[in-house]
């Protein structure tokens, strides 16, 4: 059973900070990774989908990497900012399925 | 374009009572999901619609969850009986068609069961 873990639960920076934000996953037989961004009482924002064959992806300020072999996942922000302030979760989604797992998420806080 | 939309935002039910939560996906998005998020945690996978056809439905934590996508649009997804431990955010997501990965959500039905 594919479980996805992501740490820290919980990140306050000052604002300017580069970040990188953690996700695993226990089974590397994955078809992608997805980052998506959730804001108090909002739903889902995809950030960031991540095809098992890639390595990386990018968007702007965003950088996220994939490492299927070791069940592993970063998102990496660039130059921290308030607006970036919200909770962060990665899901994968399995061949022969079509639901994401999710992560429980990285809280984050960017103050000025 | 319109996103995916929810309703009610929010429900409070007294335990016991019979609720339904509405979708409207975006037009012409064939996949449809549903998903619990209880407080804290991340979403959790309850069901899967391909146009009407209900795929999966793995994920619904008992027989007092019923979905429904009788035209291929917009989806119900009705919960009887309501407990305690129904209250959690009730997540639709939409995508373009199987091989389209990414998933649209919707803002979340909040339901809080007294």
């Known amino acids: 059973k594919q479980e996805v873990t992501q740490i820290p639960a919980a990140l306050s920076v000052p604002e300017g900070e580069n970040l990188v934000l953690n996700c695993s996953f226990t089974?590397?037989?994955?078809?992608?990774l997805q980052w998506f961004r959730q804001d108090p009482g909002k739903g889902l924002t995809s950030l960031l989908l991540i095809q098992s064959s890639q390595r990386e992806q990018t968007s702007g300020r965003l950088n996220a990497s994939l490492d299927k072999s070791s069940g592993r996942s970063t998102l990496y922000i660039a130059a921290s900012q308030p607006g970036d302030s919200a909770t962060y979760l990665c899901?994968?989604?399995?061949?022969?399925?079509?639901?994401?797992?999710f992560g429980t998420g990285t809280r984050l806080q960017v103050f000025p | 374009g319109a996103g995916v939309s929810q309703s009610p935002r929010y429900k409070v039910a007294k335990r016991g009572q019979d609720v339904a939560l509405r979708c409207d996906p975006i037009?012409?998005?064939?996949?449809l999901f549903w998903y619990q998020q209880a407080l804290g945690q991340g979403p959790e996978f309850l069901t899967y619609f391909q146009n009407e056809a209900q795929l999966d439905k793995s994920g619904l934590p008992s027989d007092r969850f019923f979905a429904e996508r009788p035209e291929g649009s917009v989806s119900t997804l009705k919960i009887q009986r309501t407990q305690q431990e129904d209250s959690a955010v009730y997540l639709c997501a939409s995508s373009l068609d199987r091989d389209q990965e990414t998933q649209y959500f919707g803002p979340g039905t909040r339901l809080l069961v007294l």
């Open positions: 899901a994968v989604a399995s061949y022969n399925t079509d639901k994401l797992i």
């Open positions: 089974d590397s037989a994955i078809y992608n």
């Open positions: 037009s012409g998005h064939v996949s």
